[in-house]
């Protein structure tokens, strides 16, 4: 560890130097008053004239060697972080130095954000292509709040982002010309600690190191979450003490927890003998190896998949693949096993939203349940994401894509060839079933194919035709977008999609979307996203990020105008008050004036077109933009799409 080095400038020379400073500013006050000679810039102005007193008896250091935040960052280094996320903040201001002077801005590289909501979403979408997370710095109080949101996003989605929090804790050293005050905090964490998996605030180096690497254990940890660690200023801007033993601790990862060995046989054995087993997954794979344990699993019990498609789990073209046939393959069912379904409840029965909400079970009575979940294994109370109770008959607190290795080599050791024989019926007319309603899906987005507004099936389709020969990846959610990807294009890889946003916060996919880019943008994949407009509005300068730091994404707006998913809550309203839907628009509609995004993008530095209205002039535009994407840089079509 290197010395501090000694102050260069004692205070009393600092002072006479401002004295003869003073006497030479009298001089050429008067000299510029006489000749009236230009202006000198401010800068080679002397300071203002000071009477020189007695110096206090302490020097006035002005630079030193090492700081606490030049060690945070070797911290954050071995951490192997890519980037830093961050919109600026004076409370970590120690921290962002060292990033990118002491650190050379290199792993971790410091990315410029325009909102903290956007900073931790670009976390949340880059975990799910990269399966780690990123780290993010924020201003204690004013940036965690903006942050907030997005926290609780990653939180219900089981997605781990790192996050650091700059804070003067100190009261004695707070500067008010800086708003230390209202930007310190006592307890920094408090307000997202509700839905974060831990945090922590360190009182000396030695701590901070051994926090970091706990809370990087515990976000990594099925399941996993967002945790933060609070960085006192004094903590970052302090000298490091001459002959500080400071070491950066080893960090292992813990394996996830697996299903318990007796358990797993139990559900080998209900697999094998139930007459029509089913699998519901929902967070369920984070790997390649995930989805090619559950197919592994599928096929060898020629059983059916229902994927509530909170990641890429199962391949959407694979004849098991029974998603748009839930109601009908659930009430055949009398083995249902929830892998990582986080909310297994509305698999098995479906809600009416009408005057009187009601629920109608799915299922047949009797039949069995098993739960493998490492929800199990973290819950907290307040916030109510944990969803609707579901009594099983077997339930593995354990990672289930961590248990499927062993519940395979089970299920093998357990089937006789006499069985295997019968599933493979059960698995041909699963086939037809699959067949069809793909079939059905095909003709079902040839409705409006040539109105405009452009229908979303078209949309869906016309980008298909220019991103099928790409090593393509979508990074946005679908559900606005009638699931017409899910429905249409065969997904395969663990990155070709990055489900929802967990808690169900608008003004995630913009952000998230550009963080899952820049995961892709290595491996040298094609990004794409169907960009919803009212949640691009939250905070559209990501846009701006995305350019200056160059990540290759194509954003293809699904621009219908509307908070639409809010409009159809408006007029269901109107309906069950029998007072017409036509003033369901006040208050969901950005109508009059349109919003032009192409001129947003634009003004941001990406390339952009639009808006289109005419499905016949997409293909053209999309290949401009994707020629742009593919020399690395973002680019964004804005298309006038029908609602839904
Ligand atoms: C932060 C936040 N505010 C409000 C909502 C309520 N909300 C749910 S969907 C929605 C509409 C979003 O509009 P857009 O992204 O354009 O999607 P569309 O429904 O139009 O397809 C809103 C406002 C929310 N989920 N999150
Ligand atoms: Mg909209």
Redesign the pocket.
């Known amino acids: 560890m290197k010395k501090n080095p000694k102050p260069t400038v004692g205070r009393r020379n600092f002072l006479k130097g401002v004295a003869a400073g003073a006497a030479s500013l009298a001089t050429s006050a008067e000299a510029l008053s006489a000749k009236a000679e230009p202006l000198q810039p401010v800068s080679a102005l002397p300071l203002l004239p000071l009477v020189e007193t007695d110096p206090p008896p302490e020097t006035e250091v002005l630079t030193e060697g090492r700081s606490g935040s030049d060690f945070m960052v070797d911290i954050i280094k071995a951490l192997n972080f890519e980037y830093v996320c961050s919109v600026a903040g004076s409370s970590f201001r120690g921290l962002h130095e060292s990033v990118i002077n002491y650190g050379g801005n290199e792993n971790p590289e410091f990315l410029t954000c325009c909102h903290e909501e956007s900073s931790v979403a670009m976390g949340h979408g880059y975990a799910k292509i990269e399966g780690k997370p990123l780290c993010v710095f924020a201003h204690g109080t004013v940036g965690l709040q903006h942050a907030a949101?997005a926290i609780y996003n990653a939180y219900c989605d089981r997605v781990p982002v790192f996050i650091i929090v700059g804070n003067v804790i100190d009261a004695a050293v707070r500067d008010s010309a800086y708003g230390e005050w209202p930007h310190s905090v006592q307890d920094a964490a408090a307000m997202v600690r509700d839905y974060t998996k831990w945090d922590d605030l360190p009182i000396s180096l030695t701590h901070f190191g051994e926090s970091a690497m706990r809370a990087y254990r515990i976000a990594m940890t099925p399941p996993m979450g967002p945790v933060v660690l609070v960085a006192d200023s004094e903590l970052q801007e302090n000298p490091i003490r001459d002959g500080a033993d400071l070491q950066v601790p080893k960090l292992t990862l813990p394996s996830p927890p697996q299903g318990d060995a007796g358990a797993v046989a139990e559900a080998a054995r209900m697999l094998i003998q139930a007459e029509n087993p089913l699998f519901v997954v929902d967070r369920y794979a984070r790997t390649q190896a995930g989805i090619d344990h559950l197919v592994e699993l599928a096929e060898l019990l020629q059983a059916p998949v229902i994927d509530q498609t909170g990641r890429m789990n199962f391949p959407t073209q694979h004849p098991l693949n029974q998603s748009s046939r839930r109601n009908a393959v659930v009430s055949e069912s009398d083995l249902i096993v929830g892998l990582e379904a986080t909310d297994f409840w509305s698999a098995l029965n479906s809600i009416h939203d009408q005057v009187h909400r009601s629920q109608r079970q799915t299922m047949k009575n009797g039949t069995k349940l098993i739960s493998i979940t490492a929800g199990d294994l973290s819950t907290k109370a307040n916030y109510q994401d944990f969803y609707r109770y579901v009594g099983v008959d077997l339930a593995m607190a354990a990672d289930a894509e961590a248990t499927l290795p062993s519940l395979i080599e089970e299920t093998k050791r357990q089937l006789t060839a006499d069985r295997k024989r019968t599933l493979q019926d059960r698995g041909a007319k699963l086939a037809e079933a699959h067949d069809h309603a793909l079939q059905q899906s095909r003709s079902e987005a040839m409705y409006a194919w040539d109105v405009s507004p452009v229908s979303t099936a078209r949309l869906c389709a016309e980008v298909w035709a220019q991103i099928k020969d790409e090593d393509w990846s979508v990074v946005s959610l679908l559900r606005?977008?009638s699931w017409w990807p899910l429905r249409l294009w065969p997904f395969e890889k663990h990155y070709q999609y990055i489900g929802a946003q967990g808690g169900?916060?608008?003004?995630y996919?913009a952000p998230a979307s550009v963080g899952a880019a820049l995961a892709n943008r290595k491996h040298g994949r094609f990004s794409v996203s169907f960009q919803?407009?009212?949640?691009?509005?939250?905070a559209p300068a990501v846009l701006w990020t995305a350019a200056h730091h160059r990540i290759p994404l194509l954003s293809v707006m699904?621009?219908?105008r509307?908070?639409?998913?809010?409009?159809?809550h408006v007029q269901r309203m109107a309906n069950r008050h029998n007072r017409g839907v036509d003033r369901a628009k006040i208050g969901?509609t950005f109508e009059d004036p349109a919003m032009d995004f192409a001129k947003l993008a634009q003004s941001m530095g990406v390339y952009a077109e639009g808006p289109i209205s005419d499905p016949n002039e997409l293909a053209p535009a999309l290949r401009r933009a994707i020629a742009v994407v593919k020399r690395g840089e973002p680019a964004l079509v804005d298309v006038v799409t029908q609602?839904?």
């Open positions: 949101m606005h977008f169900g916060g608008v003004g996919n919803d407009d009212g949640d691009l509005l939250f699904h621009n219908n509307a908070y639409h998913e809010e409009l159809m969901t609602p839904r």
